[in-house]
């Protein structure tokens, strides 16, 4: 294959490659010498499987043998021998038939890298390279390599060749973001649900407050990197300028030299209830400082790009992760707030407290359903429905507030998933969730009748939506496929079982 055609198509999709990485994916000799030329250490491997099989097709094929002949099957890690970091993930894939018992013994009973195998047994090899490409990070990859899911790896496949047969057929992965020249940030954020507003009266002195639960999926993961001008890909033009828009701003209010360019390898889309805005901000944000050497707390970032100002839920997911409630800000005349308005519109307040932060049960899973109709309230239209129906009725507040304090944190503390859905289940009807619930078209409130129908312990919308969420422990296939039959009649839609996040942003220098 033409090697070089094949690396510049792979920068076409991940960004720039180093010579480092571009030597591991085109050398023609012995990887484990390379990386210790590179590393400076002792490169030794780990087995994670050996075992005998017998080959399918596609094995016969890259090995040039015939179905069902036994093949030796090895998965290894390649690795520094002192500090035991992963530099290489390999597959390995060797006929029998082909190999010496002396070579066998040595590919079978020791933890020996191939290359030195073959330079120990004098034996006459070229590699012959078939492939190169990038993959994204499985979950095992990412656990691995201590990255994250989906972020992407560089893949090769090749044949070593030993007189004009395939003795060895091989696949090595390592992440994009090992061997590179240039520092960089990976930052992955979690999604939100965001249960409810729970003070938009503002009697008490105090106003806004928020419940939300922390999502592992769907979630958003940016790499950064110093740049002479600012670049962002990897996403669509809206999603590229509000990242430009948000470095800019960072960069000056840092007084950071120089520019930035950042990729986007894994976001969900915007106004749909599940808090990208919140969570891209502080991820740019977060990406910067570290790259400048700022080490600043994620409360001091949110301030930075003006996100909080109404609910905390966000920025709390981002720090914290888990089941949150946040205690609302000052209200009145010497208060933080003086009016009713949205974070878009409450830049310069500062985050929230936290007032409660729990983890949410792991055994309870949580599904999203998203309507296709259009985006949820936001901009002027936002501003117009808070200053429209706020204050809420005080009755609803306080009955909300009790609904919070006796039922939906006893089933949280308590693990009792009837007692929080049920909880959830109240919420709908109450204060400011009843005003967004009021605002959606009928497929979005229809959606809660169905969730309930199918058996989910609670279901609600999240923010203004389209995003609906259903939490249950069992069944949760059977309601995801009751949502689908209702969304595919009724205009179509996305769903997705995932989980709460007990931990806030993962946040990585390369």
């Not at 004098?122 to 078939?130: D, K, N, Q, Y």
Request: net charge negative; glycine share 10%.
């Amino acid at each position: 294959m033409d090697i070089a055609l094949a690396i510049q198509e792979m920068e076409a999709q991940v960004g720039r490659i180093s010579p480092v990485q571009k030597f591991l994916l085109g050398t023609d000799g012995s990887v484990t010498q390379l990386l210790e030329s590179i590393t400076g250490k002792r490169v030794v491997i780990r087995t994670l499987v050996q075992k005998i099989v017998t080959a399918d097709s596609i094995i016969a094929r890259n090995l040039s043998i015939a179905e069902g002949d036994s093949i030796n099957f090895r998965i290894v890690e390649i690795m520094t021998e002192n500090d035991g970091e992963v530099l290489i993930y390999a597959v390995s894939q060797a006929p029998i038939s082909r190999l010496s018992p002396e070579f066998r013994d040595d590919l079978m009973k020791a933890d020996i890298p191939i290359g030195r195998i073959i330079n120990q047994h004098h034996i006459e090899a070229r590699r012959e390279i078939l492939s190169a490409r990038v993959l994204p990070a499985t979950e095992d990859a990412a656990r691995l390599f201590s990255i994250c899911r989906n972020e992407p790896l560089l893949s090769r496949q090749y044949q070593i060749i030993h007189a004009g047969k395939p003795l060895i057929f091989i696949e090595e992965q390592f992440p994009y973001n090992r061997f590179l020249d240039t520092r960089r940030v990976i930052v992955r954020t979690p999604s939100r649900i965001h249960v409810t507003l729970i003070d938009m009266h503002g009697g008490s002195g105090r106003v806004d407050g928020g419940i939300g639960i922390t999502l592992d999926e769907p979630a958003m993961v940016i790499e950064a990197e110093l740049s002479p001008t600012l670049k962002v890909s990897g996403c669509d033009g809206g999603m590229q300028e509000r990242i430009r828009q948000v470095a800019d701003d960072i960069l000056q209010k840092l007084g950071a030299g120089g520019n930035i360019s950042i990729t986007v390898r894994e976001h969900y889309p915007s106004h749909v209830g599940l808090g990208s805005g919140s969570q891209l901000s502080l991820a740019v944000a977060r990406a910067i400082s570290e790259l400048h050497g700022r080490h600043l707390p994620v409360k001091e970032l949110a301030r930075l790009v003006g996100r909080g100002g109404t609910s905390g839920i966000g920025t709390a997911a981002f720090e914290y992760g888990g089941f949150i409630i946040d205690g609302g800000h000052r209200f009145g005349a010497q208060g933080e707030k003086a009016d009713f308005r949205p974070t878009s519109a409450s830049s310069g307040i500062n985050p929230p407290p936290v007032i409660v932060r729990h983890d949410f049960p792991t055994d309870w899973k949580i599904l999203l359903a998203i309507p296709e109709v259009p985006a949820g309230a936001s901009g002027m239209a936002e501003v117009d429905i808070f200053r429209n129906h706020c204050p809420v009725p005080l009755a609803e507040v306080q009955e909300l507030s009790h609904e919070v304090l006796m039922r939906m944190l006893p089933g949280i503390a308590g693990h009792d998933l009837d007692l929080f859905g049920s909880s959830v289940n109240a919420i709908q009807g109450l204060g400011f969730k009843k005003v967004e619930l009021s605002l959606q078209p009928p497929l979005v409130t229809g959606l809660l009748d169905v969730l309930h129908g199918a058996g989910a312990a609670g279901a609600g919308l999240s923010s203004f939506g389209p995003a609906i969420y259903a939490i249950g422990d069992t069944g949760m296939t059977g309601m995801e496929m009751a949502a689908q039959r209702f969304m595919k009649e009724t205009g179509g839609g996305t769903t997705r079982i995932t989980t709460a996040r007990n931990s806030g942003a993962f946040v990585r220098l390369a």
